[in-house]
């Protein structure tokens, strides 16, 4: 059994954080597989297992987890192009990694918000609270105006999501008056992946969430027409999409599924 629940942030967050989640990952009589997709985003994770939190980067590649013995999460993930404020690096550099919080945060402020999350039985909405309290601290810690990188960022991130990812890189940084080497520096410090692997996987989540959401009796799927809504040029453009995103073929996903995280 797994279970993952997503929670809306606290409105002084809303402009940095998508979500707070958690899940509970529950074997029963066998280890719990989990399939990790990329979806342009940031988490930090914090589990009872490994209560001192972990960073999970941007993400080029689906990930495999395995749950042997059950395992609570607590979570936030951040809006793509916003987590620089709470990270003092590029945010490139943790692209498919998963390091440790206390190895980007002053250490004492990771074990005390550990301390806080996982010392005593708390109700979920406790430790999400723990959580915006800790990040709320962090961005006043480091408030500063947004500078023009800041708004350049997140004005690529609306663009390129506004095109479903069919925007053009030269095309974009002709948009953002910039040019494509200036656009490329910019992804790699404030978002996390090139420009085009972003919107490679921007298409892709647009593509797996449509089949998720089919309804059973739908009937059989014109996947030609379909790669074309979703961006692509062809079938087999879609299929190398899902096998680079998905480790699966559209098919083999539409009959078995996955999950995030």
């Not at 606290?10 to 529950?26: E, F, K, N």
């Not at 692209?95 to 010392?119: F, I, K, T």
């Not at 420009?195 to 989540?205: D, G, L, N």
Request: proline letters at 7%; a positive charge.
């Amino acid at each position: 059994m797994h279970l993952y629940r997503e929670y809306a942030p606290h409105p002084a967050l809303a402009g940095h954080v998508a979500c707070l989640w958690t899940s509970h990952a529950v074997p029963a009589g066998a280890p719990v597989a989990t399939r990790v997709l990329p979806d342009n985003c940031i988490d930090i994770l914090w589990q009872d297992a490994a209560p001192l939190g972990k960073v999970a980067g941007m993400m080029a590649r689906p990930h495999h987890v395995v749950f042997g013995s059950p395992v609570r999460t607590v979570a936030v993930r951040f809006l793509p192009g916003a987590a620089r404020a709470f990270f003092d690096l590029p945010l490139a550099e943790l692209q498919d990694g998963h390091p440790a919080l206390d190895d980007l945060w002053p250490r004492h402020a990771a074990e005390a918000l550990a301390a806080a999350l996982w010392e005593r039985d708390l109700p979920v909405r406790a430790r999400l609270d723990a959580i915006e309290r800790a990040l709320l601290a962090r961005l006043h810690k480091h408030a500063a105006p947004a500078t023009a990188a800041d708004r350049l960022a997140r004005a690529a991130v609306v663009r390129m999501e506004a095109s479903g990812g069919a925007v053009r890189i030269d095309e974009l940084a002709a948009a953002l008056g910039v040019t494509r080497q200036h656009l490329a520096l910019l992804f790699r410090e404030r978002v996390g992946l090139p420009a085009k692997t972003f919107a490679m996987v921007y298409r892709f989540r647009r593509a797996h969430a449509a089949l998720r959401s089919r309804a059973p009796d739908a009937g059989a799927v014109d996947w030609a027409a379909l790669a074309g809504d979703w961006g692509y040029y062809d079938q087999s453009h879609l299929i190398h999409a899902f096998r680079r995103f998905a480790d699966a073929t559209p098919q083999a996903f539409l009959r078995g599924g996955t999950t995030r995280p």
